[in-house]
């Protein structure tokens, strides 16, 4: 049984007034891991908006929320908080896939054929959801008999797709269910207590074999004790935002990787989530940090950001991790810049004014130094992150221990929309930095003792692509990777650093020292094609065509003279840089008879498939395509290169 711990609530707390048919008591349930308070705190949100009173309880079941999150929470509703501790223990023999995907919390739901010896109905909803309508009528007793549950329309949705292996004995061809959403009431067929056990058991028993574990384990029982569920209907209860066009939906479900706060698209196109989210946000602050050491420090140098600082600071504030400081650098705004941060009326805010003139170089290792946080995060005056950024961020930290830093992918906007999207491996991220920086700036985070205890500081000497020298020097001591979800809103216009000459200067410079240690030592022109903002204008055709021959021979004596990258790693890295100079700058200019045969170009491609697809499940579909290359790259990388390149005639 579950083991009820905390009861922020005592029975006096709640509203125990009949609801609309004076009759049937209705308990809503809900199982949220310690860093969604904020995903529940907006379901509860919606629920006083849009439905009249027809619960008696709202249960939530967790794994060890904090006392600042339950009085929270039970401001927004009274809510009754139980300590998870599934009845099959923490040792069923679950994939790597399935606990990195979901928590335990997901077997919370099988409480509710327990509570159903208290209550006439129980409705268990996701908290990944946006709730925009009444929804009370799915708890009449008419609307459902026994077990009421969306059907998967898509015809090639069966319950084989909840399983890695079949589980013998079963039709897994049939239909599949959605566990987002389930009601049930005491009209239910069978021994409730007997399914409860049942889908206790088997839960372990079919450990192995599940994929989407929940989901896969009612439908199983359905199956088992010959139960037909009410079909609530999918369009209206459990639509995806990716189709919800018509806007007609009364819940709309982000079931997958991609929600409300980490996804750009859904983020921008649910007002009502963010509004309900802010005001989460207002009521969380109330209640302080919750032991009153931040667990992220945010560095923000400033110098007249009027324009774009009040969004972009509202961003951070916003973030579903509230346990974060703000370190504002100013480096003499003569705008309202230190005005708009005063204004917030934040306690987590905190100005500092840089005097020094050294830059933003300067001004970062300003705020360094005040940080008192145990990670770092970066920020610009002018973008904007996703609530969710930060806990995305920190939990991959905790999960990867061997990492000391991460950005995440980005969405730009403002004058161009593009999906950055930087690759995860470290190896690889260690091998880009030789020709530039594979991160986006504004969205790094770092451990902040990793850093200080090797003495990584920002060098005061450069003006420009600071970022990219400090990463080149990290890299010999630490690793990195990069969050595979767009957490950030880079804005692009006329002011961006990246877009001046200086930083193209810079990054030249440290190109030029990345290939010295490597024992290859480039020519201006061959610099200027290497860089990946476009600099073709500079060189004549006959010059290009002789830097792509430079190019091509020092790329080979850099494999030669490697000691210091993983082998096989840099030679995918400038094989494919080489490609992409050729492509990009070289053929545009009609560079002679010097071109890649249809071998090179498909292997081009297969090195950037493997680069970003072997962390995925994806893989497998590559392994075929790629094994016969793979073999020859394996033994012999140099011989590899030169032959997927054909050379001058």
Request: charged share 25%; with cysteine; net charge positive.
């Amino acid at each position: 049984m579950s083991v009820r711990d905390v009861a922020s609530c005592n029975e006096a707390g709640y509203d125990l007034r009949p609801n609309w048919n004076g009759k049937n008591r209705v308990a809503l349930l809900f199982g949220i891991t310690n860093d969604h308070a904020f995903a529940l705190a907006n379901v509860l949100i919606s629920l006083k908006r849009h439905c009249p009173h027809f619960w008696q309880k709202i249960i939530v079941y967790h794994e060890g929320l904090g006392e600042a999150d339950k009085a929270a929470l039970s401001e927004i509703e009274p809510c009754e908080f139980i300590r998870y501790k599934p009845d099959f223990g923490m040792n069923a023999a679950f994939s790597e896939w399935a606990l990195g995907m979901y928590s335990m919390l997901m077997f919370a739901r099988y409480e509710a054929f327990q509570l159903l010896d208290t209550y006439d109905t129980v409705l268990w909803s996701d908290v990944d959801v946006l709730l925009r309508g009444d929804i009370s009528s799915l708890v009449k007793p008419e609307a459902v008999s026994g077990i009421g549950l969306t059907l998967a329309k898509r015809e090639d949705a069966t319950l084989g797709h909840c399983f890695f292996t079949p589980v013998p004995g079963y039709d897994m061809t049939g239909s599949m269910f959605n566990s987002g959403l389930m009601i049930v009431n005491r009209e239910l067929e069978g021994d409730r207590h007997e399914i409860y056990n049942w889908l206790n058991h088997k839960t372990v028993e079919y450990a192995r074999h599940l994929k989407w574990p929940d989901q896969g384990m009612l439908n199983l029982m359905l199956r088992e004790f010959g139960i037909i569920p009410t079909c609530i209907d999918l369009d209206t209860y459990h639509k995806h935002p990716y189709w919800d066009s018509d806007k007609t939906s009364v819940i709309i479900h982000s079931h997958g990787p991609e929600k409300f706060w980490n996804w750009p698209d859904y983020w921008c196109k649910h007002p009502e989530w963010r509004m309900n989210h802010r005001k989460w946000i207002g009521i969380r602050k109330k209640y302080g940090v919750g032991n009153g050491t931040p667990e992220v420090s945010v560095v923000i140098p400033t110098l007249n950001a009027r324009r774009y600082f009040r969004r972009a600071l509202t961003s951070v504030l916003e973030q579903t991790l509230f346990e974060q400081e703000i370190i504002v650098v100013d480096g003499g705004s003569q705008d309202d810049t230190l005005n708009i941060a005063r204004s917030f009326n934040d306690d987590r805010i905190r100005v500092i004014t840089d005097d020094s003139g050294k830059g933003i170089a300067g001004s970062l290792n300003i705020g360094l130094r005040a940080a008192k946080g145990k990670y770092i995060a970066r920020m610009d005056a002018d973008d904007i992150c996703l609530p969710g950024r930060f806990a995305a961020q920190c939990k991959f930290l905790e999960t990867n221990p061997d990492i000391s830093a991460c950005g995440t992918w980005a969405q730009t906007f403002q004058s161009n929309s593009w999906l950055l999207r930087p690759e995860a491996y470290p190896v690889s991220l260690d091998c880009h930095l030789v020709t530039s920086t594979p991160f986006v700036h504004p969205s790094m985070m770092w451990r902040a003792k990793d850093f200080s205890s090797r003495d990584l500081w920002y060098d005061e000497t450069f003006t420009a692509n600071e970022d990219f020298e400090l990463w080149q020097r990290a890299s010999e001591k630490i690793k990195f990777s990069n969050v595979q979800q767009p957490l950030l809103c880079y804005r692009l216009h006329g002011k961006n650093g990246h877009l001046n000459e200086m930083t193209k200067k810079v990054q030249r410079l440290l190109m030029d020292r990345a290939f010295k240690k490597l024992g290859v030592s480039f020519s201006k022109r061959a610099l200027l094609l290497l860089d990946q903002r476009d600099n073709s204008a500079l060189l004549s055709d006959a010059s290009i065509e002789c830097a792509m021959r430079e190019i091509y021979a020092g790329f080979l004596s850099a494999i030669r003279n490697n000691a210091r990258y993983d082998k096989r790693a840099l030679a995918w890295h400038l094989l494919c840089h080489l490609r992409w100079i050729y492509f990009e700058r070289a053929r545009p200019r009609g560079a002679g008879k010097w071109a890649f045969d249809y071998t090179a170009y498909r292997l081009g491609l297969a090195a950037k498939a493997w680069i970003r697809f072997i962390p995925n499940e994806n893989f497998d579909e590559y392994k075929v395509r790629l094994k016969r290359y793979w073999a020859f790259f394996k033994a012999s990388p140099i011989a590899f290169t030169k032959k997927a390149i054909k050379r001058f005639i």
